[in-house]
């Protein structure tokens, strides 16, 4: 009979690598991933997990649940019947594919899958990105068979005897130099990130200094697409008014795949970005130079977490995007001026490194 896996949660990244590590070394597992179709309800631009998952050719279910909400409001009774339709939704799906295990990457949307499989009596594992776990990871926790854990720091969250600290999943071929050198310059090179829905925020910041970005710098900008903003579709109409050199040093991307970011990190000499854990377990891996620009209103503070750890090492500056965009623009200066300083501070965190965290879970989940 088929062995059949559930991967889910809100962390695509991780998932990814642990899929791409799976459909290597254990091809008879059928993999399936439950997950968000579109960036928000509002938004008919398509996530990032349900593009990626189906170019891996792996059956998609879409699921549509409420968060956990810790204020009572008007927000709190919607989020209260969406995650009622998600508990039996989540049901529904279990029911059909019945599941060997369940594999979570916390989020909200992992939750009633976790607890509908656990109560269809499937295996349950899960896996936490930051170093301050959430609310849905400290619940999954209980039941769980084991809690993979990316930060020492981490541990006390959770029950000792069932926690492995793995580290964080990264998608392999990041690791491998690419050759392909797509975005190649001979400017000093930068990529300026917001994760796959992109930063509003951050891509303002970067609209103001642009033009002074591009007397120096090959620019490589991810806009993301979320429709609430156009900021890709603001931003291409300001490249159209760039002079041919400028246009020529701004590449402006919404979105950068898992064929193509291999080739932009091995072109970037530093990287301008959010503090999420996934970004920061790639700039480690990666020894990568970065300006952070932490989200303000993360889970317990999680992305001003991620940054003072690189900060406190040496190998990235934080910029705090209630500052003017001048001071982002001196930031970026002094990282790219003394930046291979910064790499070198990088053996400082050598602990923090895990390139076969995504083996040691596919090891962990499949003796038992």
Same mark, same amino acid.
Do not use: C
């Given at each position: ?158 029950? #000792?005897? /069932?926690? !492995? @600290?793995?580290?964080?999943? &990264?998608?392999?071929?990041? +690791?491998?130099?690419? %050759?392909? =050198? #797509?975005? /190649?310059? !001979? @400017?000093?090179?930068?990529? &300026?990130?917001?994760?796959? +829905?992109?930063?509003? %925020?951050? =891509? ?20 993301? =697409? ?143």
């Amino acid at each position: 009979m088929t062995k059949k896996i559930i991967i889910s949660g809100g962390h695509a990244s991780p998932a990814l690598a642990v899929i791409d590590e799976l459909q290597i070394n254990k091809p008879e597992y059928k993999i399936y991933f439950v997950g968000r179709k579109f960036n928000n309800s509002q938004d008919s631009e398509l996530s990032f997990e349900y593009k990626e998952i189906k170019l891996r050719k792996i059956p998609f279910y879409n699921l549509n649940t409420g968060r956990l909400m810790r204020s009572i409001s008007f927000d709190t009774l919607q989020n209260l019947f969406l995650a009622v339709r998600g508990f039996i939704h989540s049901w529904q799906i279990i029911n059909k594919i019945r599941p060997h295990t369940i594999l979570s990457f916390g989020g909200y949307l992992a939750l009633p899958v976790t607890i509908m499989g656990w109560l269809y009596g499937v295996k349950i594992y899960t896996h936490e990105q930051t170093i301050h776990p959430g609310i849905t990871n400290r619940i999954i926790s209980v039941f769980a068979k084991n809690i993979f854990i990316s930060y020492p720091q981490s541990v006390s969250f959770f029950p #000792k005897s /069932k926690t !492995i @600290l793995t580290g964080n999943p &990264i998608r392999h071929f990041l +690791l491998q130099k690419s %050759s392909r =050198n #797509k975005y /190649k310059s !001979i @400017l000093d090179t930068i990529y &300026i990130t917001g994760g796959s +829905l992109g930063s509003h %925020s951050l =891509n303002v910041h970067i609209e103001n200094i642009l033009q002074e970005l591009l007397k120096k710098y090959f620019v490589i900008h991810q806009t993301g =697409n979320v429709s609430e903003y156009d900021d890709f579709k603001r931003l291409t109409k300001l490249k159209e008014g760039l002079n041919e050199k400028e246009r020529l040093r701004y590449k402006l991307i919404s979105h950068v795949d898992s064929r193509e970011i291999a080739d932009v990190y091995a072109t970037s000499d530093i990287v301008i970005s959010r503090s999420g854990a996934n970004t920061v377990s790639e700039l480690i891996a990666l020894r990568i130079p970065a300006v952070l620009v932490p989200l303000p209103w993360s889970a317990n503070d999680e992305q001003k977490k991620h940054a003072e750890l690189l900060e406190n090492a040496g190998v990235a500056e934080v910029f705090d995007q209630e500052k003017p965009s001048e001071i982002l623009l001196k930031l970026i200066q002094k990282v790219m001026m003394k930046r291979d300083s910064y790499e070198k501070n990088y053996s400082k965190l050598e602990n923090y490194s895990s390139p076969n965290a995504a083996a040691a879970i596919i090891e962990t989940v499949f003796k038992k």
